[in-house]
T-cell receptor, first 116, second 115 residues
Framework: AAGVIQSPRHLIKEKRETATLKCYPI?????VYWYQQGPGQDPQFLIS???????DKGSIPDRFSAQQFSDYHSELNMSSLELGDSALYFC???????????????FGEGSRLTVL | AQKVTQAQTEISVVEKEDVTLDCVYE???????LFWYKQPPSGELVFLIR??????QNEISGRYSWNFQKSTSSFNFTITASQVVDSAVYFC????????????FGKGTTLSVSS
């Protein structure tokens, strides 16, 4: 079965550079979530989109932005990167009850960003 | 506000021991979901179980079992006859029923199983 696809899996950037992470949800899932997991930390919710509209916002820095496109894939854009942005970034997708989903949240394998 | 507390930061057991990971949650929602995820050293988050707030039946899946008690707001996870491959960080998480709202994680419990 198709899972959540994230790209790239690994990314190395310098301070002050820009990075873009992509997420392709499970087909027919209409909700996408972004999480940031620092070393030894629990995943922290950044932002979510439902039907291409921002639906919830967590601890996302102003330097970050995200959007969900018409094909439901999502991109997380990170600018002016700082050392503290080094983390594992997870994307997750979920179908709504309207879609006949059981409500499970499925995570991608994560994109590991290293800022030097 | 929603909150998930996993009081056990680290647990170490020897193979074949049973181990219970505790999870206590707080929410004002009447409809909500509880989850457990496993994060092995490779880093991915592996879905283990989802339980909705109206289903208090305990569940068993192989060596895994879950005890959901609304009266104490707990959703504990037991691994029977633990194995070295069970070594991982285990996260308990909570979500309400509204589309698009976030899954809130506990801090995680690191389980180390030695042979």
């Amino acid at each position: 079965a198709a899972g959540v696809i994230q790209s790239p899996r690994h990314l190395i950037k310098e301070k002050r550079e820009t990075a873009t992470l992509k997420c392709y949800p499970i087909p027919r899932h209409d909700t996408v979530y972004w999480y940031q997991q620092g070393p030894g930390q629990d995943p922290q919710f950044l932002i979510s989109f439902y039907e291409k509209m921002q639906s919830d916002k967590g601890s996302i820095p102003d330097r970050f932005s995200a959007q969900q496109f018409s094909d439901y894939h999502s991109e997380l854009n990170m600018s002016s990167l700082e050392l503290g942005d080094s983390a594992l970034y997870f994307c997750a997708s979920r179908g709504t009850k309207r879609e006949g989903s059981t409500g499970e949240l499925f995570f991608g394998e994560g994109s590991r960003l290293t800022v030097l | 506000a929603q909150k998930v507390t996993q009081a056990q930061t680290e647990i170490s057991v020897v193979e074949k021991e049973d181990v219970t990971l505790d999870c206590v949650y707080e929410t004002r929602d009447t409809t909500y979901y509880l989850f457990w995820y496993k994060q092995p050293p490779s880093g991915e988050l592996v879905f283990l179980i989802r339980r909705n707030s109206f289903d208090e039946q305990n569940e068993i899946s192989g060596r895994y079992s879950w005890n959901f008690q609304k009266s104490t707001s707990s959703f504990n996870f037991t691994i029977t006859a633990s194995q070295v491959v069970d070594s991982a960080v285990y996260f308990c998480a909570l979500s309400n029923n509204q589309a698009g709202t976030a899954l809130i994680f506990g801090k995680g419990t690191t389980l180390s199983v030695s042979s």
